[in-house]
C-alpha cells in the first residue's frame, strides 16, 4: 500500500517561513492536499491539487509537488497557524494520509 | 455551502456494531461528488474508512473492508457507515467528508463524533 512520511514535529518562531515536506515514491505524478488541524477541531483544506489556495486560505500557505516530496510553506508564520499538518492523496482507489506534522509557533 | 452533521451513538459495546449517519445541507447528495468517513483515534492521526457514490460506487480501505459498509440515501440526503465486530481500537472521532468527483481532495468535513468502545 501507498505510504506517506511527514516530520512528525516543527518549531519556527512567528514571522518565520514553515516548512512542512511529505514524501511517498513518485509523489509529484499524484494530485497532494493539505489540512490543517487545530485542538478539538476538524481538519480543514488549506491546499488543493498540489498548490491551488481553497477561498478563505490566507496567501501565506502556498505548496508545490515535485519528484517525491511535496512541500506545504507557511510564509510569515503566525500564532493562529500552531495546529497539526497532514498531507493527503489518492492512490489504487483509497485515500491515503500522511502520518501528521504537529507545527509549533514559539 | 455544504454542512455535515454526523450522528449515532457515542458509546458501542465490544464485538457491537457502530453504527453512523452524515446528514448533507446545503449540497445535494446526488451530486458529482463522493461522499465518506476518517476517523481519527485519540492523539492519533487521521485515517480513511471509505467513500461512497450516490450511483452506488464505493471504494474501501483495505484494511477495514471487511468489517465497514458505506450506504448512501438520496431522498433522505444522508449517508451512513456500519462498523461490525468493533473493539478499543475503534475508538475514535469519527469525520464524514465530502470529496470532489475526481476523489483527490476531501474538500468538506463535518464536526466529527466521538465513538467510544467499552463495555
Known amino acids: 500500500s501507498y505510504e506517506l512520511t511527514q516530520q512528525p514535529s516543527l518549531s519556527v518562531s512567528p514571522g518565520q517561513t514553515a516548512s512542512i515536506t511529505c514524501s511517498g515514491a513518485?509523489?509529484?505524478?499524484?494530485?497532494i492536499s493539505w489540512y490543517q488541524q487545530k485542538p478539538g477541531q476538524s481538519p480543514i483544506m488549506v491546499i488543493y491539487?498540489?498548490?491551488k489556495r481553497p477561498s478563505g486560505i490566507p496567501e501565506r500557505f502556498s505548496a508545490s509537488n515535485s519528484g517525491n516530496t511535496a512541500t506545504l510553506t507557511i510564509s510569515g508564520t503566525q500564532p493562529l497557524d500552531e495546529a497539526d499538518y497532514y498531507c493527503?492523496?489518492?492512490?489504487?482507489?483509497?485515500?491515503?494520509f500522511g502520518g501528521g506534522t504537529k507545527l509549533t509557533v514559539l | 455551502q455544504v454542512q455535515l452533521q454526523e450522528s449515532g451513538p457515542g458509546l458501542v459495546k465490544p464485538s457491537e456494531t457502530l453504527s453512523l449517519t452524515c446528514t448533507v445541507s446545503g449540497f445535494s447528495i446526488t451530486s458529482t461528488s463522493y461522499w465518506g468517513w476518517v476517523r481519527q483515534p485519540p492523539g492519533k492521526g487521521l485515517e480513511w474508512i471509505a467513500s461512497i457514490h450516490h450511483s452506488g460506487n464505493t471504494h474501501y480501505n483495505p484494511s477495514l473492508k471487511s468489517r465497514v459498509t458505506i450506504l448512501v440515501d438520496s431522498s433522505k440526503n444522508d449517508f451512513s457507515l456500519r462498523l461490525t465486530s468493533v473493539t478499543a481500537a475503534d475508538t475514535a472521532v469519527y469525520y464524514c467528508t465530502r470529496q470532489q468527483a475526481s476523489l483527490e481532495t476531501l474538500a468538506s468535513w463535518g464536526r466529527g463524533t466521538q465513538v467510544t468502545v467499552s463495555s
Open positions: 513518485r509523489l509529484g505524478d499524484k494530485f
Open positions: 491539487q498540489d498548490n
Open positions: 493527503q492523496t489518492w492512490d489504487t482507489n483509497t485515500v491515503v
